[in-house]
């Protein structure tokens, strides 16, 4: 049985590494070695390397003194290597338990055998493989198709094969040193076998901020690596094939990579002159393929000519954005926001107001708006709303995304909002954004999560550009801010004065006022009333920005038995996008989901249920009975996002785990309240501290000055 020698260096990937080599020792091919080479990483995962190779004799650890890059690791793996084959696997990837067995069995004759690589987000997949129905396809003058996602990945190679050919990686690049490898071997072999059935999972890491992979490193470095590498390669052989793959893949990454660096034009410096040297070594004819604009630049490129250059490139870029921006109206009017709207002298006096997405007229922004009219400040309100509300005072309203909404938020001088605004609006100089943010965290937040399983794999990238925008972050309590700063990898001023919106819990919780409320709600007066707000699930959604939410809560047993004595209110999280057929409930249960302001929802109500929602945080405050409905607690909170208090153990109320707990709770509520008393004081002392019913006019001053 001949051996597999699996190559798998390591830098800092101690959150991958384990579902990495799990992968590998579970394969059903067992005759292997792993060869593990730390090249440097850092303590933690040098630990852990060294606990883990002692649970398989297969495993080899080696370690570098000093960082040597990826190249310089498989490098000497090869070296190392015992096998009669030679796999290399990345230390944030992983196998299904098959992969192995199928390249093998399947390589028979030939030098190498590729399989399929799946990116995935994850750190489990699944391939489907089919016993007996293996497809393979045979790639001849059509090879380097295979490499044009430029990885080494799921090949398998006969070691004698790189022995022979003297194939080794670059290790004075950072980036792309697969290619380095890859396109030599495929000058000195014939064909390669393809079978889709050998599936490799490429793990897409969702931190590019804090542990990037060397596919989301810096663009200079990865521009300025893969000139270099074209040229290098270009120089050392002369193969027809290998050099119209070559040329090709440069200009497609000078499209894709290189003209988006080159959108700030200050980028273009740095790289020209060895722009310069690299287009020069492109074949004229594929060059003369291209089309109209890429030869015009390619020209001026070859001619070093600078200046010539930034100018067309700069006329081009704005075709280039003209182009995107006539595929759809809201792309339109992106681009009359970069290219127009923010060159029109900025109105410092112009407060832009939005709440939850434009959804509704609310939260945090609602009371500093509503403190700044009561005042008489000296400024012009705008809000942005999906659709026109009844507000005090005279704003100007907008829809989320029309024009004037993109008009409006390029010359404002304030911004306020509870949630982020968009990645693609440039922030203009001399702006100021108060971000007020929406709760305070129960559930980890951005930088805090590991695993991304919500619609947007891109969350942490994102969040962190749209954070960098932020000149002030309100925060509720000393331990919001400790998160804040760190889940945010957020540097700039917090106002630690609380939340505005709490200020109402403090001065309107009267019997007067929540009898008007109740009466402008349309809800029994003469009844008390359980508000159910339950959060949103990463994991159940139907597309990018549409969550969905199943309701576990009998409703039909709780009408059964409260419904002479109590209402319910439901309040569904803003991200939720179903609406829920409660008509058989008329009568008892009110959907208020929609209704703007979930403060006047706490005041009209005498028991919270909620689950894993910050709205506890806040109704706390009333120090009414509040009760956790957490029938899947153990998979949200061990998979699905992890919490940073032990609900457990700080709670304060009955964490119950379906409808009937939640009977029994409620018909016993007296003492439910008594059971949790001390629970209830320490958790107002820790989370409450702040809010006093001035949060408000405490943070207007700071951010706006006094009136």
Not at 279 to 286: A, N, R, S, Y
Not at 437 to 460: C, E, M, Q, R
Not at 549 to 578: G, W
Not at 598 to 603: K, P, S, T, V
Request: glycine share 4%.
């Amino acid at each position: 049985m001949e051996k597999v020698s699996v190559i798998i260096p390591v830098y800092n990937t101690e959150d991958y590494i384990k579902d990495c080599l799990n992968s590998v020792m579970e394969q059903t091919y067992t005759n292997i070695e792993i060869l593990l080479v730390n090249d440097n990483s850092n303590k933690e995962c040098t630990l852990l390397l060294e606990r883990i190779s002692k649970q398989d004799s297969r495993i080899q650890l080696f370690h570098f003194q000093k960082r040597g890059g990826v190249g310089a690791a498989r490098n000497f793996g090869i070296e190392k290597a015992n096998g009669d084959f030679i796999y290399f696997l990345d230390s944030d990837d992983y196998l299904p338990n098959k992969t192995l067995e199928i390249l093998v069995k399947n390589i028979k004759n030939n030098n190498m055998i590729h399989g399929k690589i799946k990116s995935t987000y994850f750190n489990s997949g699944m391939a489907i493989i089919l016993e007996g129905l293996y497809k393979i396809k045979t790639y001849s003058d059509e090879k380097y198709n295979l490499i044009k996602n430029n990885l080494v990945n799921n090949f398998l190679f006969k070691k004698e094969f790189i022995l022979d050919n003297k194939l080794f990686f670059f290790e004075d690049v950072e980036v792309y040193t697969d290619l380095t490898f890859m396109v030599p071997a495929l000058i000195n072999t014939e064909q390669v076998p393809h079978i889709k059935e050998a599936v490799y999972f490429k793990r897409k890491r969702n931190d590019p901020i804090t542990n990037p992979s060397l596919s989301q490193m810096d663009e200079y470095i990865k521009i300025k690596d893969f000139l270099y590498i074209y040229s290098t390669l270009k120089n050392i052989y002369n193969d027809e094939l290998a050099n119209n793959f070559l040329d090709e893949h440069l200009l497609n990454f000078y499209r894709k990579d290189i003209v988006t660096y080159f959108k700030q034009s200050e980028n273009i410096d740095p790289l020209f002159s060895q722009l310069v040297k690299t287009l020069k070594k492109v074949d004229t004819k594929i060059l003369g393929d291209q089309d109209f604009i890429l030869k015009r630049e390619a020209k001026k490129i070859i001619k070093g000519d600078i200046d010539k250059y930034k100018k067309i490139n700069s006329r081009h870029q704005w075709l280039r954005e003209l182009k995107g921006g006539l595929k759809g109206r809201r792309r339109f009017y992106r681009f009359l926001y970069n290219r127009l709207f923010i060159k029109l002298p900025i109105k410092q006096e112009w407060v832009f107001f939005e709440s939850f997405l434009g959804k509704s007229y609310s939260d945090n922004s609602k009371y500093i708006y509503e403190y700044m009219i009561n005042n008489n400040m000296k400024f012009k309100y705008i809000w942005s709303l999906n659709e026109k509300k009844d507000i005090p005072g005279t704003p100007i309203q907008v829809k989320r995304f029309s024009l004037r909404y993109f008009y409006y938020l390029a010359r404002s001088g304030y911004w306020v909002s509870n949630s982020r605004l968009p990645k693609y609006l440039t922030k203009r100089e001399g702006n100021i954004y108060l971000q007020t943010w929406h709760g305070t965290p129960l559930k980890t937040l951005v930088f805090d999560i590991k695993d991304i399983y919500s619609a947007d794999p891109n969350y942490k990238k994102n969040f962190f550009v749209q954070s960098r925008r932020w000149d002030y972050l309100n925060s509720p309590n000393l331990y919001s801010s400790e998160i804040f700063r760190r889940a945010f990898k957020y540097d700039g001023r917090m106002l630690e004065f609380g939340y505005p919106r709490n200020d109402i819990l403090y001065k309107k919780n009267t019997k007067e006022y929540i009898l008007g409320l109740k009466k402008q709600m349309n809800i029994p007066a003469n009844k008390k009333v359980i508000l159910y707000a339950p959060t949103w699930r990463d994991d159940e959604f139907y597309g990018r920005g549409k969550y969905k939410f199943n309701l576990q809560l009998d409703l039909e047993k709780l009408q059964n038995e409260f419904e002479d004595e109590y209402i319910i209110l439901l309040r569904m999280h803003y991200f939720i996008a179903s609406q829920m057929d409660i008509s058989e409930f008329e009568g008892f249960v009110y959907d208020f989901s929609d209704y703007d302001d979930i403060a006047e929802l706490y005041l009209v109500s005498d028991i919270l249920i909620t689950d894993y929602s910050s709205v506890f945080f806040d109704y706390a405050n009333l120090q009414r009975p509040i009760l956790f409905y957490t029938y899947d607690l153990k998979k949200y909170r061990d998979k699905l996002r992890g919490f940073y208090i032990d609900l457990e153990k700080e709670a304060p109320g009955p964490l119950l785990m379906n409808t009937d707990e939640v009977l029994d709770a409620v018909k016993h509520i007296e003492d439910t309240k008594k059971k949790y008393e001390y629970k209830y004081r320490a958790f107002y002392e820790r989370f409450c501290e702040w809010d006093d019913g001035n949060a408000t006019e405490n943070t207007v001053k700071s951010v706006f000055g006094k009136e």
